[in-house]
C-alpha cells in the first residue's frame, strides 16, 4: 500500500514499517498508510532552527508577507485537486470550501497585515517612555522572532485550514514551522504541503510535515520553541504536562473542544426574523462538517415558554438535512472522519442521554443517498432536549463531537449567563437578539467564560461570517475547558511567536535601534529643505528648524471666519471667567495650519501628498502675541508596494513636528504623514 512522505530535512521520505492505514470517509476504502517510525525529530527542530529560521528572520515583516501572498494565489490555482481529496474526509463541497478556501484566505489575510508592521525584521511594541527628568534616558519595547519552531499539532476536521491558519501567523513572524496534522485526514494536509513545496516559494526549511506519530518530537523543544494543540483537552492536558516542555518553559497554545452554545434572547418570538436566523444558525453549525468543529453549538438556550415550538422548529428544520455521498448534488452533510469516530460520538450520546431525551434523529436509523451505510462513516444528526440542565452535568461537561447538540430552558437572562458559563470556558458562544439592552448584558455577564462572542440579529445577518467561523484578526481561542490559548488575533496572533524585550538607553540610542526617530535625540540639520528629498534620500533624524511667525489677533478672527469655528474660548473676551483662558486663545487647528506654513516648501518636488495626522496635541495655549517656531524632524519610513508596474514608486513618510513658543516650550505636537516619491522608479 502506497505510504505517505513526511517532508523531513529539506526531503520527501517515507517512514519505516507499515504504519497506520487511513480509509475514506464515504465507502471504507483504503486510502494510503501513514508512518513516521524513524524520522528524526531532534534533526527537524535543528533543521528549523538553523536553516528556515535565520532565512525567514533576514526578511522584514513585509516581504514575509509578500511571500504568503505568493503562497495564496499559487494554492488558489491548486485549489480543485484539494476539493477533489477532501471529498474522502467526507466532507461537502461546501465544508471543503471553509476548510480549503478558509485556510487560503487566511494566507491573504495575514498577507495583508504586513501593513500593519514596519519594513523591518522586527516590531516596536507599544509606546516608548521617558524614564528621566531631563529626558537623556528612556526605554522602548521591541519584538524580535523567536529563534525556535512553531510545532503545530493540529486536529482531523480541518486538515487544511488547521495548518494553514497557523503558519500564516508564525511565517509572517519570522519563524519556521513543523506540522503535525491528525492522522485520520492528514493526506489532505500532505497534498497541500507538496504543493507549497513545488512552488519553490518558502525558503528551505521554513516548513516540514509529519505525516503520522509525533514521536519523540516533544522532547527535544527549547524554549525558543513554541507548541500550538489543536483537539481534545485531555490530549492536550497530556502533550502540556511534559517534563521538557515545563522544564523549558515552552510557550504552548492549546485551543480545545469546548461546549460553544447559542442563547434566544427573551425578547425574540416566532415570526420575527431572529427566530429564522436562530433556527438557521443552529441546523448549519450542527450539520456543517457533520458537526466535527471545534466552534460547533453543543448547546442550545431558549426561554422556557418558547421551549416547544423551537422543539418543533429545529426538528422540521433538521429533517431537511440530506445525507449521503458528499459528491452528490443533492446531498447537504456527508460522512463524519472515520468509523472510529462514529462510535465515539454514539459512545457520549448514550452518556448524555443518562439525562437528556433524544427529540430528534436516530443513531442506527437513517437514510442515505448514493451511500452504504455499512461501509461509510454516516450519522443522523441528533438532537437532544434537558429540560433541568442547572442540575445536569453532564449536558455541560460532555461533548460528542459530531451532529449532535442539546435543547434546554432558561428562565431570565441570568439564568442565561450561567448556563452559558456552565460550560466551564468555551471558544464561542452567540446570542440572537433584537434587543441591544440583552445584548449588552448577556455579553458583559458572560465575556469572562468566552473566547468570542457573537450578537446575531437582523441587521448583520446577511453580512454575518456566523457562529462557528473564527476570523483571521480576531483571537480564536477561549479560557478554562477551551485551552486558555489565543490563535490568529491579526497582530495579536504574530506577537506569539516573537520575544518582547525591554530596551533602555539614550534617545539617540533607541533610534538607532529602531529606526523610528525618539523625543530628544539628536537631530540631523543640512542646507537641502528635507522636502526636496527623494523617499530614499531621508533618513531617521532629518531635521528643519523654521523661521518663526507671531500669532496675532487678526490671525485668530480670521481663521474663526474662514473656519466657522466661533467657539467662545477664540472669539468672546467676556465668557473667560472660571475657564482655563486669560484672554481668547488661538484655534489649535489654527497653530497647525501656521505651522505648516513654516515648514511646508511650496515648489513641486518629491513630496506627492498629505496623507494624514496622528497623535496631534495641543499642549500649551497659544495667545495673540506669542511667536512660534516648528521643528519638522523625519520620524519613520514605510516603504509602499507597487500594485502595478506603472505605478509611481513611493513610501509614507512619518514627521515629528514639534512647535513651540518664545519660551521653548512645547505648544502642540503632531505625527504627519507624507506620500514621498522615490528616486528610482
Known amino acids: 500500500m502506497q505510504k505517505l512522505e ?61 511571500i504568503l501572498r505568493a503562497l495564496a494565489l499559487h494554492l488558489t490555482e491548486q485549489k480543485e485537486k484539494f476539493y477533489t481529496i477532501s471529498y474522502k474526509t467526507g466532507a461537502t463541497r461546501l465544508d471543503s470550501w471553509i476548510d480549503i478556501e478558509g485556510g487560503i484566505g487566511n494566507l491573504f489575510a495575514n498577507a495583508s497585515l504586513r501593513r500593519k508592521f514596519p519594513n523591518e525584521t522586527f516590531c516596536l511594541d507599544g509606546e516608548s517612555h521617558n524614564l528621566s527628568k531631563g529626558g537623556t534616558f528612556m526605554g522602548q519595547h521591541i519584538l524580535v522572532p523567536k529563534e525556535g519552531v512553531a510545532v503545530h499539532i493540529n486536529a482531523f476536521n480541518f486538515p487544511v485550514w488547521g495548518m494553514l491558519e497557523k503558519i500564516a501567523v508564525n511565517l509572517l513572524a519570522g519563524v519556521a514551522a513543523i506540522v503535525k496534522p491528525a492522522s485520520l485526514s492528514c493526506y489532505l494536509t500532505e497534498a497541500v504541503v507538496k504543493e507549497i513545496w513545488t512552488s519553490g516559494i518558502l525558503p528551505p526549511g521554513a516548513l516540514q510535515l509529519i505525516c503520522g506519530s509525533a514521536g519523540d518530537l516533544l522532547e527535544h523543544v527549547t524554549s525558543q520553541d513554541v507548541i500550538t494543540f489543536t483537539g481534545s483537552a485531555s490530549t492536550g492536558l497530556m502533550l502540556k504536562s511534559q517534563k521538557k516542555i515545563l522544564e523549558e518553559c515552552v510557550p504552548f497554545n492549546m485551543e480545545s473542544d469546548s461546549l460553544n452554545c447559542i442563547v434566544l434572547g427573551e425578547d425574540v418570538t416566532p415570526g420575527m426574523p431572529e427566530w429564522e436566523i436562530f433556527i438557521k444558525e443552529v441546523r448549519k453549525e450542527m450539520t456543517v462538517k457533520a458537526g466535527q468543529k471545534c466552534t460547533a ?81 454516516f450519522l443522523s444528526p441528533l438532537l437532544l432536549l434537558n429540560e433541568d440542565p442547572f442540575n445536569a452535568e453532564e ?32 471558544l464561542v458562544c452567540s446570542i440572537v437578539t433584537a434587543d441591544n439592552k440583552i445584548a449588552k448584558e448577556f455579553v458583559l455577564g458572560a465575556a469572562t467564560h468566552h473566547g468570542r462572542i457573537l450578537v446575531l440579529n437582523n441587521e448583520c445577518a446577511k453580512e454575518s461570517t456566523g457562529h462557528g467561523s473564527p476570523l483571521p484578526l480576531l483571537v480564536h481561542g477561549g479560557p478554562g475547558r477551551a485551552g486558555g490559548g489565543e490563535e490568529m488575533g491579526g497582530v495579536r496572533g504574530v506577537k506569539h511567536y516573537m520575544q518582547r524585550v525591554a530596551v533602555q538607553g539614550s534617545p539617540s540610542a533607541i533610534t538607532a535601534i529602531t529606526n523610528v526617530y525618539q523625543p530628544n535625540a539628536r537631530q540631523n540639520e543640512d542646507d537641502k529643505h528635507p522636502f526636496r528629498k527623494h523617499f530614499e534620500e531621508l533618513n531617521i533624524g532629518d531635521t528643519l528648524i523654521t523661521a518663526k511667525r507671531t500669532i496675532t489677533e487678526a490671525d485668530i478672527a480670521n481663521f474663526a471666519n474662514l473656519s466657522w469655528d466661533h467657539f467662545y474660548a477664540h472669539t468672546d473676551h467676556t465668557s473667560l471667567e472660571g475657564t482655563l483662558f486669560d484672554k481668547p486663545v488661538a484655534h489649535g487647528y489654527f497653530i497647525l495650519s501656521a505651522a505648516a506654513g ?47 508596474p506603472d505605478e509611481i514608486a513611493k513610501g509614507i513618510v512619518k514627521w515629528y513636528v514639534e512647535v513651540y513658543d518664545e519660551t521653548n516650550e512645547i505648544v502642540a505636537i503632531a505625527t504627519i504623514l507624507t506620500m514621498i516619491k522615490k528616486k528610482l522608479q
Not at 524513524?38 to 516581504?63: C, I, N, Q, S
Not at 447537504?332 to 439525562?355: I, N
Not at 451532529?403 to 431570565?412: F, G, K, R, W
Open 598 to 644: 513654516l515648514f511646508v516648501d511650496a515648489k513641486k518636488g518629491p513630496v506627492l501628498l498629505n496623507y494624514g495626522i496622528d497623535e496631534l496635541r495641543f499642549t500649551k495655549p497659544v495667545y495673540a502675541g506669542s511667536t512660534i517656531g516648528v521643528k519638522l524632524t523625519v520620524k519613520e519610513k514605510i516603504d509602499q508596494d507597487k500594485r502595478e
Open 297 to 377: 453549538i453543543r448547546r442550545i438556550f431558549v426561554p422556557e415558554n418558547k421551549l416547544e415550538d423551537m422543539h418543533i422548529a429545529l426538528g422540521k428544520a433538521l429533517s431537511q438535512t440530506t445525507i449521503g455521498n458528499p459528491q452528490n448534488e443533492k446531498v447537504r452533510m456527508g460522512a463524519l472522519a472515520g468509523k472510529s469516530q462514529v462510535e465515539e460520538v454514539k459512545k457520549h450520546v448514550e452518556d448524555l442521554l443518562r439525562t437528556s431525551q433524544l427529540i430528534f434523529g436516530d443513531p442506527e436509523n437513517f437514510d442515505l443517498i448514493d451511500a452504504d451505510k455499512s461501509k461509510g462513516a
Open 6 to 66: 513526511n517532508l523531513v530535512l529539506g526531503n520527501w521520505v517515507t517512514g519505516d514499517g507499515d504504519g497506520q492505514v487511513l480509509f475514506d470517509a464515504v465507502n471504507g476504502d483504503a486510502i494510503a498508510a501513514a508512518t513516521t517510525r524513524g524520522l528524526d525529530f531532534a534533526g527537524m527542530l535543528e533543521y528549523g532552527r538553523k536553516v528556515g529560521g535565520p532565512a525567514l528572520r533576514k526578511m522584514t515583516f513585509h516581504e514575509r508577507g509578500r
Open 395 to 426: 449536558v455541560h461537561t460532555i461533548e460528542a463531537f459530531g451532529p449532535v447538540s442539546t435543547l434546554m430552558p432558561y428562565n431570565n437572562i441570568d439564568e442565561a449567563k450561567e448556563l452559558a458559563k456552565k460550560g466551564k470556558g468555551s
